[in-house]
């Protein structure tokens, strides 16, 4: 294998890698702290790249002169309406839920299917893309035999910056510390004066937020289509199980793992093939250690 071919492989398992820590750091903070299996959480994901391209023929058709801002614009887009989509959902849905992981899970999963038939009927069964902007055309050249796209370079410099800011939020905020305190200890924490529910309704709406800015991000490697979301959120959810639940340290060296392991086995092995693969390894790790290479320690 020449330092070309194994470069390559390195950087297109960090673009997979790119995906699923978008997608798993919102998961992990609605299945992992909040312990919600959120079988929409693709859907929302989804419905974050709908958005940005939504913001995208806006701005062709109304801000021709601003289209190299649309990208950054429909970020914002993305997270602000999954978010208030995931407040509502939890409001009106998931509060009804809580201690109730198997209810949660069959709930989310009709959710799931009516906002599938819901893009359907609004945006069509075709997939959809969206422009790549003038500042993110072209590509790196590192080397005379590799190029690698500056959309990638952007996207993982994105998934950095995200992870940055969910760490500094949960570990070094006000409010992230009324999150872990309501994760560790409930009873406590509504004893000490946190408001449980609004802590609640406000973690559940962050972490659609995240996979809002996940489907945001893939518009720009991928088209967007109704079944969009169910084509990441199984994979999503072994990176969270396997890094270990709460922990989201671990949540991120697992997507990185099992990106990276993808990758090298797709060298040698069909796609489906690899990803079966990486199952197996997956489900082998678990084995010996059933909670997670990270798992935490927290009481009920």
Not at 61 to 72: C, E, M, R, S, T
Not at 114 to 124: C, D, E
Not at 241 to 247: A, D, K
Request: charged share 10%; glycine share 10%; with cysteine.
């Amino acid at each position: 294998m020449t330092a070309d071919v194994l470069l390559i492989q390195v950087f297109n398992g960090l673009s997979l890698f790119t995906v699923l820590a978008l997608m798993a750091l919102g998961l992990a903070v609605v299945f992992g702290l909040m312990g919600v299996i959120n079988m929409a959480h693709g859907e929302l994901m989804a419905l974050g790249a709908y958005m940005t391209y939504l913001t995208s023929v806006v701005f062709l058709h109304v801000f021709p002169q601003w289209i190299g801002a649309y990208f950054l614009v429909g970020l914002v887009v993305a997270f602000a309406v999954t978010a208030l989509a995931g407040f509502v959902l939890e409001r009106v849905m998931i509060r009804h839920l809580y201690k109730r992981p198997l209810d949660t899970m069959l709930a989310t999963w009709g959710l799931s299917l009516i906002l599938q038939q819901a893009f359907r009927q609004i945006f069509g069964p075709i997939n959809v893309s969206v422009p790549t902007v003038s500042w993110l055309r072209g590509a790196w050249n590192p080397t005379d035999g590799i190029a690698i796209p500056l959309a990638r370079l952007f996207i993982i410099g994105l998934t950095l910056v995200v992870a940055a800011s969910v760490y500094l939020l949960l570990f070094r905020s006000r409010w992230g510390l009324r999150i872990r305190a309501v994760t560790q200890n409930r009873a406590m924490a509504a004893a000490a004066g946190i408001n449980t529910e609004r802590v609640d309704a406000v973690t559940f709406a962050i972490g659609c937020g995240l996979a809002g800015i996940a489907g945001s991000a893939l518009t720009m490697i991928a088209s967007t289509g109704p079944a969009t979301g169910q084509q990441y959120i199984i994979d999503t959810f072994i990176v969270v199980v396997f890094g270990g639940i709460q922990s989201l340290t671990g949540t991120f060296l697992s997507a990185f793992f099992i990106g990276q392991m993808q990758s090298t086995f797709e060298l040698v092995l069909s796609g489906s093939m690899a990803k079966a693969l990486v199952l197996l390894l997956v489900i082998t790790a678990l084995y010996v250690r059933p909670t997670g290479l990270f798992a935490r320690k927290v009481r009920a």
